[in-house]
C-alpha cells in the first residue's frame, strides 16, 4: 500500500546573513511589549531600549555573524555575496553600508526627536515601534534579490510612515498631510506592483538574477510588455524617491507633520528608496539600460527645474527643505542614470551624505521649535547667530553643503555625480551635467538668503508666533550629536576619501 502521508521536506536556511533583520525583529516586538507596562514618567526606558536594539542591529550588521567574510571574498574573486532563503535575499557590502547608515541616522533622529516628543506630549511608545519597523522594511528592500521581497519591505516601510506621519492625531494640518500621503502612496504602489506583475508575466520570474538571464537572450527594446512594465516600475520608484513629476506629496508632507517626523522622512527612507532603483533597475532591468537611462534623464532634469526654482519662493523652512529635497533627488538619479560603476558609487555617496546634511537641517528647526509653535519660517532665523553663534554655524554648515560650497561634503557628491554624468560614453548627458551647475548656481540663492537671515538681520523680539523669543533649550545629548553631525559634514567635505572608497568597494563587489 502506497503512504500518501509522505512527509514534505523543506531546506532549511541559513538564517546567519539574516541575523540583524531577524534581531531587529524581536527586540522591536520587546519594545512594543515593556512598553505597555512602561508609565508615561518612565517613557525613557522606550526611548533606551529603542537605541540600545538599533545600535545592537548596526554591529550585527558591520561586524556580522556571517558565514564567510565578504571582504576577504572581493580580494579572492572581486565579488562577494552571500544569499539565503531560496536565493530571495541577498547580503553584499553594498547592502551592509546602507544598512549601517540606515540604523545609525535613525539612531540620531530618534535623539533629536526626544525632546520634540516631550515637550508636546508626544512621548509615546509608538513613535519608537513605529520607527523600528519602518527600519526593518528599508533593511528588507536594502538585501532583497525578488521583486516580491522588495515589494513586501516597501509596503512594511509604507504603513508604518503613513502612521507616524498622522501621529499627532486632533492636529487637521497632520491628518490632512497624512491622508494625502497614503492616498498617494497607495497609488504609487499599485502602479509598481502593476509594473512588477508584468515583468513577471513577459519573464516567468519575479527574481532579478533570472529576470537579468531573461533579458539578456531576449531582444527588450522591442518587447512592449518589458517597456509598459518599466514605465510603471520608474513611476513607483519616481513617487519614493520624490521627483518631478512624482513630488506632489512632499512639500505637504513634510509641511504638515510633526517635525520629528519630517526628520525621519526626509533622512533614512531615501537610502532605502536608493537601494530598491538599485535592485530593481540595475540588477534586474540593466539590460533595459537604454530605455530607462532616457527616462531618468528627463525625471532628474525636472526635479532639479521644478526643486531649485520653487524653493526661492517659499518662506516656510520646511516646504523650503522639501523642494530642496526634490532637487537633491534629481542628483542622485543623475548618478544612477549614468549607467556606471563610478556613477552609481557617486550616487550612493550622494544618498548617504545627503541623508546626514538633512537630518542635521531638520534637528535645528526642532531645535528653534518650542510646544505649540512651530519655528518653520524663515523669519525665526532672524539673528540667529547672535543668539546662538555654535548652533548658527551648525546651520550654516548644513545650508553651505545643502548647496554645493566648498569644502563642505555636498561639494564633493555633486562634483562625483556630474563627473559621472560627463564621463558616460558618448557624451550623451554632457547637457545635463551642465543644467545641473546652473541649477546649482541658482538653488543657492535660497540657502544663503537663510545665512542671510541668521548673520546679518537683527533678531526679532518676538518670534513669528509674536511670542517672545526664549533662550533655547537642549539636552545635552541633542547638543552633542547636532555639533558631530555638523562637523562631518566638514570632515567628510575635506577628507571624503574614506567613505568614497568604502562606496566604491560596495558597488564594484556587489553588482
Known amino acids: 500500500m502506497i503512504n500518501m502521508f509522505i512527509p514534505m521536506q523543506f531546506p532549511v536556511p541559513d538564517f546567519l546573513p539574516a541575523l540583524p533583520e531577524i534581531f531587529l525583529l524581536a527586540g522591536t516586538c520587546l519594545v512594543l511589549l515593556v512598553d505597555l507596562f512602561v508609565k508615561d514618567s518612565q517613557r525613557v526606558i522606550t526611548y533606551l531600549l529603542s537605541q540600545i536594539v538599533l545600535l545592537v542591529t548596526a554591529g550585527l550588521v558591520l561586524y556580522g555573524f556571517n558565514d564567510v567574510n565578504l571582504a576577504e571574498a572581493f580580494q579572492a574573486t572581486g565579488s562577494a555575496k552571500v544569499t539565503t532563503f531560496s536565493d ?57 534579490k525578488t521583486m516580491l521581497l522588495v515589494y513586501l519591505g516597501l509596503e512594511l516601510l509604507s504603513l508604518s510612515m503613513y502612521a507616524m506621519v498622522a501621529f499627532k492625531r486632533n492636529d487637521g494640518t497632520t491628518s490632512e498631510a ?127 527645474l521644478v526643486g531649485n526654482i520653487t524653493a526661492i519662493a517659499q518662506t516656510n523652512i520646511k516646504r523650503m527643505l522639501a523642494y530642496s529635497t526634490i532637487s537633491h533627488m534629481g542628483f542622485v538619479v543623475m548618478g544612477i542614470l549614468a549607467g556606471t560603476e563610478t556613477g552609481y558609487a557617486a550616487s550612493m555617496f550622494y544618498i548617504i551624505t545627503y541623508a546626514i546634511i538633512a537630518m542635521g537641517g531638520f534637528a535645528v528647526v526642532i531645535l528653534l521649535s518650542r510646544d505649540g509653535y512651530e519655528a518653520d519660517q524663515l523669519s525665526d532665523l532672524k539673528g540667529f547667530s547672535s543668539r546662538h553663534p555654535w548652533y548658527a554655524f551648525m546651520m550654516m554648515l548644513f545650508l553651505f553643503s545643502m548647496a554645493g560650497v566648498p569644502p ?59 511670542q517672545a523669543l526664549v533662550p533655547v533649550k537642549t539636552s545635552w545629548d541633542f547638543s552633542v550629536l547636532l555639533s558631530v553631525n555638523g562637523l562631518a559634514v566638514l570632515v567628510l567635505g575635506v577628507l571624503p576619501g574614506a567613505l568614497m572608497s568604502l562606496c566604491v568597494m560596495a558597488i564594484k563587489a556587489s553588482l
Open 88 to 144: 530571495m535575499f541577498v547580503l553584499d557590502p553594498m547592502a551592509q553600508v546602507l544598512k549601517a547608515s540606515i540604523l545609525l541616522i535613525t539612531v540620531g533622529v530618534f535623539v533629536y526627536s526626544r525632546d520634540y516628543l516631550r515637550s508636546r506630549q508626544m512621548y509615546k511608545g509608538e513613535y519608537f515601534t513605529l520607527g523600528l519597523f519602518a527600519v526593518l522594511g528599508m533593511m528588507v528592500m536594502v538585501s532583497a
Open 408 to 466: 563642505t561634503v555636498g561639494f564633493y557628491a555633486k562634483l562625483t555625480v556630474i563627473n559621472a554624468v560627463v564621463a558616460v560614453e558618448g557624451a550623451n548627458y554632457i547637457w545635463l551635467a551642465i543644467f545641473a551647475v546652473v541649477m546649482s548656481v541658482i538653488g543657492a540663492y535660497y540657502y544663503l538668503r537663510a545665512i542671510k537671515l541668521m548673520y546679518f538681520d537683527s533678531p526679532d523680539k518676538v518670534d513669528s508666533d509674536g
Open 178 to 304: 497624512a491622508m494625502k500621503y497614503f492616498v498617494l502612496g497607495a497609488i504609487a504602489s499599485g502602479m509598481l506592483l502593476y509594473g512588477m506583475s508584468i515583468i513577471y508575466g513577459v519573464s516567468g520570474s519575479l527574481h532579478l538574477d533570472h529576470i537579468g538571464t531573461y533579458m539578456a537572450t531576449h531582444p527588450v527594446m522591442e518587447n512592449i510588455g518589458l517597456l509598459l512594465g518599466l514605465a510603471f516600475i520608474i513611476v513607483g520608484l519616481g513617487f519614493k524617491l520624490g521627483v518631478v513629476p512624482f513630488h506632489m506629496w512632499v512639500p505637504d508632507v513634510y509641511d504638515g507633520s510633526p517635525t520629528s517626523v519630517t526628520l525621519f522622512l526626509g533622512t533614512a527612507p531615501k537610502i532605502a528608496a536608493f537601494a530598491m532603483m538599485i535592485r530593481l533597475l540595475v540588477e534586474g532591468l540593466g539590460d533595459m539600460l537604454q530605455g530607462w537611462q532616457q527616462i531618468l534623464a528627463i525625471l532628474a532634469a525636472l526635479s532639479l
